[in-house]
């Protein structure tokens, strides 16, 4: 099709009108849609209301023809950015303003919450009701070196205690992590295992002041109870070094911001990072992050020289290449954690045999004794999403191969939990010249709705404006206590809310 700036066509009484195209419009569908007179649209269905979701729609809107419904098995949508991202980093969370160009718009966009598809309604009946359907169900699971690290008393993953503390009370995880710390009656440390941002961020949350979080929208019970413990000493550690890790600089440069706190990391652990040379040199972003872990060897260096300062201030020690040995029970609550060096990391001994400041290999162990163990070991796609992706591409097959309808996945549904809320934007816009490619060929429209088939099953569903009248509530309950909002702990209560505000 040949590309013209404007376009001219005469009415019926001779009229002249112009059209500036270029600005406007994407050319995939002027022929399809723009110059016939039918209001037909081509239907998308968004599984998910996370970032990738909300980023999905965003690249949508410049394309007219387009309509989009976005269910979420919360009653809620921005899924990470809600339940996810540390209550201290409001401008982090904010970033769910940036969609409300999506959201309020409604003759393009509608969110369906409480609606859980796979249960409450299946592939088959999106399969009747739009063009395509996209995946981005995110990857929640947590992902445990052992399973049967889950029995245990006093051993959580990350999103167990982040869930706590961003008050989401459906995860029975949460609710397990409540009560374990509620029972203990006081616990002055943490190992946290893992080196990257997430660490960063429970270690942060673990140790910040109740003055500093009391403002933001941090569940309160979490509150209560840490402001008990009064936690002094937090130990992040890593299989490998801070050259292989994923932290960033601007996370590790909030530790050293926070009061009262000294972050240290042992020389000799520092000079170890060296001795691996599996690690990009020229890195500018990590030749700047080795002055922060130079700092680091600083501080242990003057507590080292006046031990008194352990008293002053809070720790948080960073300890590399090493990794669980042992757990041994002491009692109901405390367990004491040997630590010894990361073996596979070595091709061999003599590597290292002839540096006085190296470890001994076999017989290096650190011992830590702490009441609570948490992995901040990465995240995976749930089975439940995963299979029903799986089985719903397999039943459509024939019509995937020969484009009457597609399936797409975004986000960590597709690339697995890496990268932060920014890096959807760019995994999204990958995904959305892939849709509207397919969009191009087909000549399918729907003009059905399926609103009524929700209502036919009974599906109590939760629109965009019922979610803005909890979260204005949400926002008043905080405001009233000097906070920036009070969440609701579960959808339970969320949805007695919509239905008395129903009933009046």
């Known amino acids: 099709m040949p590309f013209y700036d404007n376009l001219f066509f005469r009415t019926k009484n001779k009229i002249k009108i112009k059209f500036d195209i270029r600005k406007r419009y994407n050319l995939h569908f002027l022929h399809k849609y723009y110059f016939s007179n039918d209001s037909k649209y081509f239907k998308v269905g968004i599984i998910g209301s ?6 999905c729609c965003k690249h949508f809107l410049k394309n007219e023809n387009i309509k989009v419904d976005i269910f979420d098995k919360l009653p809620n949508p921005y899924g990470l950015i809600r339940y996810g991202v540390a209550p201290d980093h409001i401008s982090v969370k904010n970033i769910y ?7 309020s718009n409604k003759e393009k966009y509608r969110f369906f919450g409480n609606v859980n598809i796979g249960i409450d309604i299946q592939i088959e009946d999106l399969r009747n009701y739009y063009n395509a359907v996209i995946f981005c169900c995110g990857a929640s699971d947590s992902s445990l070196p052992k399973e ?14 982040i869930y706590f503390y961003n008050n989401f009370y459906d995860d029975l995880r949460c609710k397990n992590i409540d009560t374990y710390l509620n029972t203990h009656v006081n616990f002055s440390n943490s190992i946290i295992i893992g080196n990257g941002n997430v660490s960063l961020d429970i270690a942060r949350i673990l140790i910040k002041s109740y003055d500093d979080l009391i403002k933001t929208d941090i569940n309160f019970n979490y509150l209560k109870i840490i402001r008990r413990h009064n936690i002094k000493h937090i130990y992040i550690i890593g299989r490998r070094g801070f050259w292989q890790s994923s932290f960033t600089n601007s996370e590790l440069r909030e530790l050293f911001s926070l009061k009262d706190t000294k972050v240290i990391l042992d020389k000799k652990n520092y000079d170890l990072c060296f001795e691996i040379k599996n690690y990009d040199e020229t890195n500018k972003m990590k030749q700047r992050q080795n002055k922060l872990f130079l700092d680091m060897v600083d501080n242990y260096e003057q507590l080292k020289k006046n031990p008194t300062l352990y008293d002053k201030y809070k720790i ?7 990794e669980i040995r042992n757990i041994h029970n002491i009692n109901n609550h405390m367990k004491e954690i040997q630590l010894g060096l990361n073996k596979d990391i070595y091709s061999s001994q003599n590597n290292h045999k002839n540096n006085k400041n190296c470890y001994d290999i076999n017989n290096e162990k650190i011992n830590i ?21 799986n089985k719903s591409v397999d039943k459509y097959k024939d019509d995937i191969l020969n484009k009457k309808f597609a399936i797409f996945k975004a986000g960590w549904f597709q690339t697995g939990a890496k990268g932060n809320i920014a890096s959807h934007i760019i995994n999204t816009k990958q995904n959305i010249t892939e849709i509207l490619n397919f969009l191009n060929t087909t000549t399918i429209y729907y003009d059905n709705d399926i609103t009524e088939l929700l209502k036919r099953k009974k599906v109590h569903f939760v629109s965009m404006d019922q979610w803005n009248y909890i979260q204005s509530l949400e926002k008043n309950n905080g405001e009233q206590k000097g906070r920036c909002a009070q969440k609701f702990a579960t959808v339970k209560d969320i949805l007695h809310i919509l239905s008395d505000k129903k009933n009046e």
């Open 316 to 322: 948080i020690q960073f300890i590399f290449y090493h």
């Open 369 to 389: 004794k702490t009441p609570l163990l948490i992995f901040a070991t990465g995240f995976k796609k749930d089975n439940f999403s995963l299979d029903f992706y």
């Open 148 to 161: 049967e690290y889950k029995k245990e008393n006093g051993i959580f993953h990350a999103k167990d205690l």
């Open 50 to 55: 996370g970032p990738s979701a909300l980023y």
């Open 97 to 103: 303003k940036t969609f409300n160009p999506v959201l």
